[in-house]
């Protein structure tokens, strides 16, 4: 089974648009308030239990009370008392909330209780945190924050989501319908092949609004073709050069949006100087906004097209392990965007690559790759970073810094092969 994702952009009509904001809206709703209904509780638990622990003296009579009555049965699987679990929050928003909430029955009720279901996930998430932290405070999991779920603003994503199964899609009419939301005019650019899990509904930032289904197309991957040494490839990434591979091509991937960039800095200057909040600082937003999708697009194309052709051309593909907490850390808004675009290039080298039943992986960074010479093995001391070319002192060899890291890479990665380390 593989999960595939097709995303598509919508046209919806002026009240299928009221209907979408109303469901943004109340989704982030259902949201806050299952969140603050057992933040309250567990908040209460942890005074509980912490009075608990200590001098059962110094408890006032009435808190002791409460804690006698309070059904500690109830726990999660990891041992931490949730307060209330899924059901009752889901049996509380149709017995309760929709009654004092008469306007949450306007929009439809799967998204409702899909919001339901991604806090439940979330507070699942902390668990294993809590857990995972206990033993090995410093291994959360990637793109994970730390604490508590937290509380969705107006600015958080606007999206909503529902199963695959409530969702029809009229490929030839050019139709999707969700539940409330019926014939919303979709432009389809790919057909979607196998069954729909989960659709997501959103809203980018300049008002565009799209669609992704994610869906199990039924099939198996392929099993691994075999790999020859002259069509496998080594990926080097880099700042100066997006991607250098060991066949000795350089591809420039930064260049071609320097042009969006210059605008985008343009104009964010300009958003900075209006009044927050006013209609100007929209507009000056919006603008904002339409030029940093435009930037995204720009790049998740070149990307698309540059992976697919190395995976097309190539039996195996290796790459360095790159160091994505580190690249969290850096500063600046250019350095950031690339290492995100390294981040997604890589990506997508590898999922393309077991779709295709090619060789994928991701060689230790910390072999020296630059600094050891690809033809006879001798490994220098200190290699600058400003060092773009260099003669092998043992060999006599002249290399390119990057072309050179390419082919040590590569090896490396057939080394692994044939040891079956992979
Ligand atoms: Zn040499």
Known sequence: MVLKAFKFRLYPTDDQERAFARTFGAVRYIYNWGLDLTKAKWDHIEVMRYSWGGDFRTCDMEMVATMKNWELKDKSKDGYPTPLNHKQRSAMLTHELKKEEPWLNEVADKPLRYALRNLDQAYQNF???????????????????????????????????????????????????LPKIEKISIRLHRRVTGTIKTTTVSRTKSGKYYISFQVDDGLELPPLKPVRSATAIGIDVGLSTFVTTSDGEKINGITPFRNSMTRLAVLQKRASRKEVRSQNWKKAQRKVAIVYEKIANQRRDFQHKLSRRLVDDHSAIFVEDLNIAGMIKNHTLAKSISDAAWYQFIQQLSYKASWAGKTFAKIDRWEPSSKTCSSCGYKVKDMPLSTREWNCPSCGSLHDRDINAAINIKNAGLNLLHTNAI
Do not use: H
């Open 127 to 177: 668990f294993r945190r809590c857990k995972t932290n206990d033993k090995n405070p410093k291994k959360p999991k990637k793109d994970e924050a730390p604490g508590f779920p937290s509380f969705k603003s107006r600015k958080s994503n606007q999206s909503f989501q529902v199963q695959g199964e409530n969702v029809r899609l009229d490929e030839d009419a050019g139709f999707v319908s």
